[in-house]
C-alpha cells in the first residue's frame, strides 16, 4: 500500500493532457460483450477500473489485448458465466455488466458492486428497466440473477434521472425485439459516447444526450474501432488545481462545453477561463471571490467536482455554501480538510466555507475518488508537507496524477506504507 506526499506552496505552471474518460470506459468496455466480432476502444484512462474490467472479461471467455491506452476484445467465445464474487465486487460499476451479459445471453449472475462508498446507490431503476424488457430478477446472496426467455422493447420511464440505469437498459435494449423507449433519460456525455459506439456497431438509437431516448431492436451487433471521450471530471480537477494554485495553466484535450457549469462558475468566482477548440487555459487568478455551487444532474454542476472545489473556495473571500443533492455521504473530505486548517461546517447536505485561509500540511485520508482530488488540491495549496492515505481510491480515476501534476512543477511523490501505518489505517 502506498501513500502520497505534497510539499505545498509551489506556483503551477505548463500544459497537462487529459485522459480518456473514466465513466465512459466502465460503460464501453462492458458494451463490447454485445458484438459479434473484434471491438477496439482507443484513448483509454490507465487507472485500476478499466484493468478489473479487462479481467473480467477474460473471466467468462473473452479475449482482451490492453495496449497504449487502446483494448481489443473478441467476444466471440464468450460464455455466460456466473460473476458473483472476486473483481466484480470491487467495482462500483460491475453493473454494466447485467444490461450487457443479459443483452447478449439472456441471461447473467453479477455481485453486487463496490467501488467508492458514497451512501446507497439503489439499482432499482436498472432493475426496473430489466423486468420492462422481460427479464425476471431475484436478489440471491448478494448476487442479482437475471434470466429472460427473450428481451421485448418497452417504454420505460425512469422515476429518478439515472446514468447507471440508462445506459444499463441502452446495454440490455439494442439487441431486444421492437422498439425501447426511455423516458427522463439521463443526458451526460458520456451516454453519449456509450451510444455512439453501440450506433458503430450496429444498433439503431436516436436521442442519446437528450430526456427520451428512441432504440429500435437489431438481430446482431458487430466489431468496430471507437475513440473515447476526454475525462470531464479530470479536466474539471485540473481547472480547479489552475485556479487555486496556477501561475498559468493550458489543459489540452477536453471538450469545454462539457464543463459550462464549472466554467460558469470559476468565472463567478474571478479566474480568467480561457476555452479553444479541444483546450481550456487558465492565468493566474490573484484574489477569488466565493460562490454558492449546488450539485445537480448535468448539464447542471457535477456532484464529482463537488469536492474539489470546496478546497478552491477554502482560498475565497467571504462565505460559500456548497449543496449536494446528488449523494448524502459526500462530505467525508470535510473532516480531513478541517484537520489542515479549513474552516467548514456541515448543516445536512449543504457545507458552509468561509475563507480565505491558509491551509497547512497534515497527515489525511481519502475516503472515495473524489475525495482524494479535493486533498490533493488541499496538498498544494498547504503549508508544509500533507500526507494522503486511501491512494487505491485516487487511483481508480486520474492516470498519472503524479506524473501530471509533476510536469506542472508541483512537488509530489508516492511512497511504501510501513507495516505500522497500515496496521493504524486498519484499526481507525
Known sequence: ???????????LKGEVRISGAKNSAVALIPATILAGSSVTIEGLPEISDVEMLKGLLE?????????NNEMTVDPSQMVPMPLPNGRVKQLRASYYLMGAMLGK???????LPG????????????IKGFEALGAQVTNEQGAIYLRADELRGARIYLDVVSVGATINIMLAAVLAKGKTIIENAAKEPEIIDVATLLTNMGARIKGAGTDVIRIEGVEELHGCRHTIIPDRIEAGTYMIIAAAAGEGILIDNVIPQHLESLIAKLREMGVVVEERDDQIYIPKTDKLKAVDIKTLVYPGFPTDLQQPFTTLLTKAEGSAIVTDTIYGAR????DELRRMNASIKVEGRSAIVNGPVQLTGARVKASDLRAGAALIAAGL???GVTEITGVEHIDRGYSFIVDKLSGLGATIWREELTEREIEQLENS
Open 1 to 11: 500500500m502506498e501513500k502520497l506526499k505534497i510539499a505545498g506552496g509551489y506556483p
Open 59 to 67: 473471466e467468462i471467455g473473452g479475449k482482451v489485448t490492453l495496449e
Open 105 to 111: 445471453f439472456k441471461k447473467a449472475v453479477i455481485g
Open 381 to 383: 495549496l498547504a503549508e
Open 115 to 126: 467501488g467508492c462508498y458514497l451512501g446507497p446507490r439503489p439499482i432499482d431503476q436498472h
Open 331 to 334: 462530505f467525508k473530505h470535510i
